[in-house]
């Protein structure tokens, strides 16, 4: 006996609730998200493309031939080369290894996948040319919990920073590494 053909939208929010991700997570609203999995909605192919495949906005999906069963449930076409290139290879290698990542937009989520979410403690949040950034004044900072991922032995790390000025001369820190490193929890 063959199964039922599944709803429209059911696969994707199959995979949503999998990965423990809140609609709101998500790079489209959560009403056009609703509209999306109900049928109600067929989003532009790049929409579609970036809700399946993104690793911080989307469901971060990898695999091609889901990918595909799911665009052509949506009446899309099979992904061209440049498609895989644009959607499918951001995830390797650059992505490979990563343990956070924070465009404090708005907040201190950790937008990896990984949810190594951060504490602020005095960052505000102000929107600056149409995006929000975290801004901070020398005392505030973003405490995040010592989650095992983020005990690393090497790691590289990159920020955008724009100082109004620079306290503490040479050695002003962007990061700093608690000294209690015998505790899997220690804060960073």
């Known amino acids: 006996m063959r199964g039922r053909e599944p709803r429209l939208g059911e696969e994707i929010e199959k995979i949503r609730r999998e990965k423990g991700m809140k609609q709101s997570d998500l790079c489209v609203n959560e009403r056009y998200y609703r509209d999306i999995v109900?049928?109600?909605?067929?989003?532009?192919?790049?929409?579609?493309l970036k809700l399946l495949t993104d690793q911080t906005e989307g469901l971060g999906m990898t695999d091609v031939s889901i990918i595909e069963r799911i665009l052509k449930r949506y009446g899309f076409s099979a992904l061209t080369p440049e498609q895989k290139n644009k959607y499918l290879m951001r995830l390797s290698p650059r992505w490979e290894g990563l343990v956070a990542w924070y465009p404090l937009e708005?907040?201190?989520?950790?937008?990896?996948?990984?949810k190594n979410h951060g504490a602020s403690s005095g960052v505000?949040?102000?929107w600056e040319d149409a995006i929000q950034v975290g801004s901070f004044d020398g005392s505030s900072h973003i405490l995040v919990d010592g989650d095992p991922s983020l005990k690393l032995t090497t790691f590289t790390l990159s920020a955008w920073v724009k100082p109004a000025r620079i306290e503490g001369g040479p050695h002003a820190r962007i990061l700093h590494a608690s000294a209690i490193r015998a505790s899997p929890n220690s804060p960073w």
């Open 38 to 48: 109900a049928g109600k909605r067929i989003p532009p192919e790049d929409t579609l």
């Open 106 to 114: 708005g907040s201190a989520a950790d937008k990896s996948g990984k």
């Open 124 to 126: 505000r949040f102000p």
